[in-house]
């Protein structure tokens, strides 16, 4: 008899994934030591089976084929690739990373977060559930998931532009007070929440939630930005007249070429060049003044 076909966000790759990217986000931002990044690392590298789904994850949730067959192609080919992973290591790793979780965070805090696509991460895992498992579903299920995932592949996506757009002209159907009041809350929260970073900073953090388990590319940013702070403060360096401040910057300047050793990007190498991020922001205030 065939059973139901179920999701479970708690199983979600997908969405295990993206729960603990969050999660360094708010740790960051709160300056605690998040735990979700050695998890991340562990887990979701390359080599462990967890990676590998959460590859076929990404691939049909940030793929856009405008062609149905295409699309269909495309799906048919990452069910194919995802049946030469090993279910038990793949069971094995996602109970080992759940136990994890739950001894590290609130489980309720944590998953009870909102996932903006929770639908089409919700109809891959079923997908690859009816195409993996051994199993018989009721096919209407496994047919609408299938059809979920090939409508958000073919459908067109919304520029950034185009959101702010839709918003703004909802935002001027509103009356003029609750427009005043509404904008007020928004800034407010905006500044509360991110004014104690610059622009370079945002783009390190985004940098590092993003490539996290892409140490190449992590590595290759640093090495750039390390070189682009290190000019920046020797210009910074010419205009300072305190001899022992000059010293003290003329040493930090000499460590900056730490940053780039290694073959792993460490946590603390993030860090020390959030510092220098900061660093240049306070020198260029106090020259400008």
Do not use: W
């Not at 109809?123 to 209407?140: A, G, N, R, V, W």
């Not at 299920?141 to 703004?168: G, N, P, R, Y």
């Not at 500044?191 to 940098?207: A, D, G, M, P, V």
């Amino acid at each position: 008899m065939a059973r139901k076909l179920k999701h479970s966000k708690i199983k979600n790759t997908g969405i295990l994934f993206e729960l603990l990217t969050r999660q360094i986000t708010a740790d960051v931002l709160n300056n605690k030591e998040s735990k979700s990044v050695r998890l991340i690392k562990q887990y979701f590298n390359e080599n462990t089976q967890l990676g590998k789904e959460l590859q076929f994850y990404q691939l049909l949730t940030e793929k856009r084929c405008y062609s149905q067959e295409k699309a269909l192609q495309l799906i048919e080919a990452v069910v194919k690739s995802r049946k030469k992973i090993s279910s038990s290591e793949l069971r094995r790793e996602k109970y080992n990373l759940i136990k994890e979780i739950k001894s590290n965070y609130s489980v309720v805090d944590f998953f009870n977060a909102r996932i903006s696509n929770y639908k089409v991460f919700a109809s891959i895992y079923k997908l690859f559930q009816s195409e993996t498992i051994d199993e018989d579903f009721h096919p209407e299920e496994s047919i609408d998931a299938k059809f979920t995932v090939l409508e958000h592949i073919t459908s067109k996506k919304i520029t950034k532009q185009e959101k702010q757009s839709e918003i703004v002209e909802l935002y001027k159907e509103k009356d003029k007070d609750l427009r005043l009041l509404t904008y007020q809350i928004l800034v407010d929260k905006f500044n509360s929440k991110y004014k104690t970073l610059n622009e370079s900073q945002k783009t390190l953090l985004k940098k590092y939630i993003n490539n996290i388990s892409n140490t190449n590319s992590l590595k290759e940013f640093i090495s750039i930005e390390s070189f682009s702070v290190k000019n920046q403060l020797k210009k910074e360096l010419i205009k300072v007249e305190d001899k022992i401040t000059k010293i003290k910057l003329t040493e930090a300047i000499n460590q900056i070429n730490s940053l780039s050793k290694g073959n792993i990007v460490k946590d603390k190498q993030v860090l020390t060049l959030m510092r220098y991020y900061e660093l240049v922001k306070e020198l260029k205030n106090v020259h400008k003044n």
